[in-house]
C-alpha cells in the first residue's frame, strides 16, 4: 500500500515508521525538517520538508497514486483543509484526519470525513482505567 | 442584517467599522485579547475574544440568526473551517473566506464556500489594469454562470482598425457591451460601429473564446 502521511509529530512519525516496518510504501510531509527526528533511524520511506496544503507539494508526495493518506499535524484546521483535499480533490481512497476538537471533530465526521480525535479517545480509555 | 466577522486583525477592523456604517449588526471574534481590545475601545463593545472555528463560541454569538458570516483571518485553513463551521453547523446562508494562496480559490468554492476573496489576485487584477500593454483584463467573474466580463485595447497597430464590428470573427460565446474610445464618451456598440485605435472595448465572454476574442478584436 501507498501510504502519504501529513505531519510529522510524535503520532505521525510513530505511525510512518509502523507502516514501514510491516513493508508500506511511505511518504511523509512536515513543513519543519527538524521534526524528521520522530522518525525511526531505520526509516526506509520518502520524508519530505514543504507544506501540505499545497496542492503542488502534494502531487511531489505522490497523493495521486497514495492508497491512503493520513494527517495528523498539530493544527485542527490544517488537518481538516488537508483531509478534504486529498479526499474531494484528489480522490485519495481512504483518507483519515485526526482532529483534537471533539466538537469539531463531530461535525466532520458527519460530512464524511473519517476522523479520530485523540481527546475523546483519551478521556474514555483514562475512565475505563479508573472504573477498572 | 446580522454579520459576523471572524478575525480582527486590520482586515477584520476595516472591514466591521466600514459595516457598521452602513447601518449592520456586527459581531467580531477575535483570537488575541489585544486586538479585541482595540476593537472594543474604538469601534464600541461588539468583539468577542474566542476562537471563530469553536462551535462553542459560534453559538454563544448567536450565529444560527446571522445573515452573513465572513472570515478574514491571515490563514486560509482557519477561515474555510470557520465558513463550514457557519455553514453546516448553524445554517448560515451566506460565507465568505478571505484566501491567500489563489490556488485555494478553486477548492474552497468546492467545498461549499459561497464566495472567497483573494487578495492576492485583487492585487494581481489591478496591475493588469495599469499596465497598457496587457492585451486583456478581467474585470469581473460570474463563476457560477461561467461567464467573464474583461476590457480588451485596441493597439494603433492592429489590423482591425478602419473595420465595422460584422466584419469581425467574434467567436458566438461573446458579446460586445460597451466601446470607450479615447478622447470621446462611451457608446453602445452596433454592428456597423467602426473600431479605431485606442479604443477599449467592454465585452462579457466565457473564459475559454477569451483568446478567440482578443484575437478577433486586435486582429492576428
Known amino acids: ?132 | 442584517m446580522y454579520i459576523i466577522v471572524v478575525g480582527g486583525g486590520r482586515v477584520g477592523y476595516y472591514l466591521t467599522k466600514a459595516l457598521l456604517s452602513e447601518g449592520h449588526e456586527v459581531t467580531v471574534v477575535e483570537k488575541h485579547a489585544r486586538f479585541c481590545k482595540i476593537i472594543n475601545n474604538e469601534l464600541g463593545d461588539i468583539c468577542v475574544h474566542g476562537d471563530g472555528c469553536e462551535a462553542f463560541t459560534l453559538d454563544e454569538i448567536g450565529t444560527g440568526r446571522a445573515d452573513m458570516f465572513i472570515a478574514v483571518t491571515g490563514d486560509d485553513e482557519d477561515n474555510l473551517v470557520a465558513c463550514q463551521m457557519a455553514k453546516h453547523k448553524f445554517n448560515v446562508s451566506r460565507t465568505i473566506a478571505r484566501i491567500r494562496n489563489p490556488q485555494n480559490e478553486a477548492i474552497f468554492k468546492k467545498l461549499g464556500i459561497d464566495i472567497t476573496v483573494s487578495s492576492t489576485n485583487v492585487i494581481l487584477e489591478h496591475i493588469e489594469e495599469d499596465v497598457l500593454v496587457q492585451p486583456l483584463t478581467h474585470l469581473l467573474t460570474i463563476r457560477d454562470k461561467g461567464l467573464e466580463i474583461v476590457e480588451v485595447k485596441i493597439p494603433p497597430d492592429s489590423t482591425t482598425i478602419g473595420k465595422p464590428i460584422k466584419e469581425l470573427s467574434l467567436p458566438k460565446e461573446s458579446r460586445l457591451a460597451l466601446i470607450i474610445p479615447k478622447e470621446r464618451k462611451p457608446r453602445l456598440p452596433t454592428s456597423d460601429t467602426i473600431i479605431r485605435g485606442g479604443d477599449r472595448i467592454i465585452a462579457i465572454t466565457t473564459p475559454e473564446s477569451e483568446d478567440e476574442l482578443r484575437t478577433a478584436l486586435r486582429g492576428g
Open chain 1, 1 to 132: 500500500m501507498k501510504v502519504v502521511i501529513m505531519g510529522c509529530s510524535r503520532v505521525g512519525g510513530r505511525l510512518a515508521g509502523l507502516l514501514d516496518a510491516e513493508g508500506h510504501s511511505v511518504t511523509i510531509v512536515d513543513i519543519d525538517a527538524y521534526s524528521f527526528r520522530w522518525l525511526p533511524p531505520d526509516f526506509k520511506g520518502t520524508a519530505l520538508a514543504g507544506n501540505g496544503l499545497d496542492q503542488e507539494m502534494l502531487k511531489r508526495a505522490g497523493i495521486e497514486e497514495a492508497d491512503a493518506f493520513v494527517v495528523a499535524t498539530q493544527g485542527d484546521n490544517r488537518n481538516i483543509m488537508a483531509a478534504q483535499v486529498a479526499k474531494h480533490i484528489f480522490h485519495v481512497p481512504k483518507v483519515v484526519c485526526r482532529i483534537r476538537d471533539p466538537l469539531r471533530e463531530e461535525l466532520y465526521s458527519t460530512l464524511g470525513l473519517e476522523t479520530l480525535s485523540p481527546t475523546k479517545i483519551l478521556a474514555q480509555m483514562l475512565k475505563e482505567k479508573l472504573e477498572s
